[in-house]
């Protein structure tokens, strides 16, 4: 009976006759070759011819080193490419994008960024201010809710031809971008933690602005404004920050009592925080609101003031003050008008309001810094910014009030600005 005995022969090699003496090298299956009697053996043997070996076919017992070493070395390059290459980084999340997280997340706590805390606090007044004036006007304000491209975005609420306000508007304006070298080189006269030598700087600011128009020539115009602005490091803590803001009246009539209360109202807010507020932000109003080219002021004043930084005070205590002002302003308003919306009043009367409010668009549109700058950010919303104009202004050729009249004694007052309190 034949003895089978395996023989794994190499791969692709022809089958080996009779004799082989290689069947230890063959890897895969078992050869014909080796099927042999023990007699066939025996006459192999006494075979006289000469023995000849046969030459090792080196290709399939080499071909499967040779394919392992080829990837070794193709990972071995691979693996230098990633170690020596440099490193694509990925974009980080914008300081607006982290901020959006956090508020979605956690809300805004007393722990939160300034930043956070005050778009809270001005959308919270925001509303306040907007639920009083409805009931005062009787008229619901338009409201439109708009976003930036590059994060924030703000809250717009107007009425206009209400029944007491010709004209009024409420915003709040929450803006991220990035600031250019010119600006950054502007602002360091007051900031000199701002870093000269870059090229530009990511911004947060935040802001409520607040003008209103009534009807009646006998019921004051008010602005309002309260901002924090700050700078970005890289990692979103700030580079820098400050506050402004203020207040101021601008009646077409003058009431010494109306001014008086307004300012005593604005004087208590301030000195809740430091004595000396109230009478250096009252002439650091007066000074900003010049018609310079006019060679008067644009109303009977109240408080202004910008760059409040470390320098002045910490931030909470600087967040605190503006606080307490912009909650001071229904008080100091709202009484004015409850006195005077109502009041009688002349058609001349009313061509007088019209003449004083082109006044306040020349100032607005020439010298005021707010409307200026968010006319030049890039992406602004031009309709929110220019909200602050009446929606009737009239300019007469070579207009000068009758004088000793009440037109006239305003006048006086505008071009020497009165300390009310």
């Not at 014909?32 to 075979?47: D, G, N, V, Y």
């Not at 009539?253 to 301030?270: G, Q």
């Amino acid at each position: 009976m034949a003895a089978i005995r395996p023989c794994l022969q190499w791969a692709g090699a022809p089958l080996r006759r009779p004799g082989c003496r290689r069947q230890n090298l063959c890897p895969y299956r078992p050869c014909s070759a080796h099927l042999s009697t023990k007699s066939e053996k025996k006459s192999s043997k006494s075979q006289t011819s000469p023995k000849t070996t046969p030459k090792p076919e080196l290709k399939g017992v080499w071909a499967p080193y040779l394919r392992l070493s080829v990837g070794v070395v193709f990972l071995g390059a691979m693996a230098y490419s990633m170690i020596t290459s440099p490193v694509e980084k990925l974009d980080s999340p914008t300081v607006a994008e982290r901020d959006s997280l956090s508020k979605r997340e956690s809300g805004v706590t007393p722990d939160s960024p300034m930043r956070l805390r005050m778009e809270s606090f001005i959308k919270e007044q925001q509303e306040i201010i907007v639920r009083e004036l409805e009931k005062l006007d009787g008229d619901k304000f338009r409201t439109d809710t708009w976003t930036r491209p590059n994060g924030g975005g703000g809250i717009s609420c107007v009425l206009q031809e209400g029944k007491v306000f010709e004209k009024a508007g409420v915003n709040t304006s929450i803006v991220y971008g990035t600031l250019p070298r010119p600006a950054i080189q502007k602002m360091r006269v007051n900031h000199k933690a701002l870093d000269p030598s870059v090229e530009s700087l990511q911004f947060f600011a935040a802001g409520l602005s607040m003008v209103l128009h009534p009807h009646n020539p006998m019921a004051p115009t008010v602005h309002l404004n309260y901002r924090y602005f700050e700078t970005e490091n890289e990692d979103g803590t700030p580079a820098a920050w400050w506050f402004g803001g203020g207040t101021d009246l601008t009646p077409s009539y003058l009431f010494d009592e109306d001014a008086i209360h307004f300012h005593r109202t604005m004087k208590e807010a301030c000195d809740k925080h430091d004595k000396n507020y109230f009478p250096r932000f009252k002439k650091w109003c007066d000074e900003y609101f010049s018609v310079k080219h006019r060679g008067e002021s644009r109303g009977v004043g109240g408080i202004f003031f910008d760059d409040l930084d470390e320098e002045e005070k910490d931030q909470e205590n600087l967040f605190s003050f503006i606080q307490d002002c912009l909650k001071s302003f229904l008080p100091s308003y709202l009484p004015l008008l409850e006195r005077r919306k109502d009041m009688p009043f002349t058609e001349k009367e009313k061509d007088w309001q019209q003449v004083r409010r082109g006044r306040y668009v020349e100032f607005n549109l020439v010298h005021d810094r707010g409307t200026s700058f968010g006319l030049n950010t890039p992406g602004a919303r031009v309709e929110s910014i220019l909200m602050s104009l009446p929606l009737n202004a009239r300019w007469r050729y070579m207009h000068e009030p009758e004088r000793g009249s009440r037109e006239d004694r305003l006048m006086g007052v505008l071009k020497q600005p009165k300390d009310w309190v």
